[in-house]
């Protein structure tokens, strides 16, 4: 059985973070493993509390996933502090990660702050520099790229610049653009779309964190980069247009939507 790590935030709701993670790791038929950079107290409506774990304990769930059951791929998600982000990279360069897929988590969909301004500079400086794929939203791939993006050309632009800094692919996701359903990838100097139909479904809990799990699920089976990015929007889209509904806010997505329950 292939098998992946999420290094990321618990989310209690569990709709995004570890939790969406695991779920779709699972649906994908690889063996889901965990490092939690942080607990987050938070449901559909909001993010209520964060409570961080220590750089060294974080080291030490590291050390014991990847010395017993080293994964074939590697996700990372919401790292809030500079020092985590030193430990994850450490980490990644002792045991010579493989697949990393970066997912520079900042703001939720609730409009609550995820990550401290010095650990933006961390990222860029020590993590993203061993990433195979980053996969910014619109607002992340702003604050990246230092460019405003209001077009399918600024999304180009932006993808360009992040790709040609940090030496790996960017697929920047398209879900605050004006269709929401077009994501462009930017690999070794060229570009491609992988555009979808957009989905009349306000519970987008979890999105970006599902997308970036399914990829590295994908890695982790073997498929190579531009099929990973394929097949995880088509599971993003199937979780999506499956109409869960849950909870009073933007709920999650129905991460089991192909197996059937009754
Ligand atoms: N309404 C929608 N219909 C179809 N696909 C969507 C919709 N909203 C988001 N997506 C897709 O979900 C994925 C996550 O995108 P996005 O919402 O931008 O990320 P994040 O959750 O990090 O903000 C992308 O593949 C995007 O195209
Ligand atoms: C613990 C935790 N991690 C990440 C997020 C954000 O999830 P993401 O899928 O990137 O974004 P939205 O779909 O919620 O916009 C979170 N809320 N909690």
């Not at 989905?199 to 997308?211: K, M, W």
Request: with cysteine.
């Amino acid at each position: 059985m292939k098998t992946a790590l999420t290094i990321a935030g618990s989310d209690s709701c569990g709709g995004a973070g570890i939790q969406a993670d695991i779920k779709t790791m699972t649906l994908h038929g690889v063996y889901a493993m965990s490092a939690i950079t942080a607990l987050t107290a938070q449901n559909t409506t909001g993010v209520i509390g964060i409570s961080e774990v220590s750089p060294e304990f974080l080291g030490q769930q590291l050390d014991c996933v990847f010395k017993d059951i080293p994964p074939d791929a590697v996700k990372i998600g919401m790292v809030s502090s500079g020092g985590l982000i030193e430990m994850i990279a450490d980490k990644l360069k002792e045991y010579n990660a493989k697949n990393i897929v970066v997912d520079p988590v900042m703001v939720a969909s609730s409009g609550a702050k995820l990550i401290s301004e010095d650990a933006i500079s961390a990222l860029k400086e020590k993590l993203f520099p061993l990433a195979l794929i980053l996969t910014p939203n619109i607002p992340e791939a702003e604050v990246l790229s230092g460019i405003k993006i209001k077009s399918d050309e600024d999304m180009i632009e932006a993808a360009r610049i992040i790709s040609d800094n940090y030496h790996c692919a960017v697929l920047c996701k398209g879900g605050h653009h004006k269709n929401k359903a077009n994501d462009l990838l930017y690999v070794n100097g060229a570009y491609r779309w992988f555009k979808g139909q957009p989905i009349n479904n306000p519970n987008t809990h979890g999105t970006g964190c599902t997308l970036s799990s399914a990829i590295a699920s994908n890695l982790a089976k073997g498929y190579d980069l531009i099929s990973s990015v394929g097949r995880a929007k088509d599971y993003v889209t199937g979780a999506l247009a499956a109409m869960l509904d849950l909870g009073q806010g933007s709920g999650p997505l129905n991460h089991a939507f192909c197996i059937h329950s009754e």
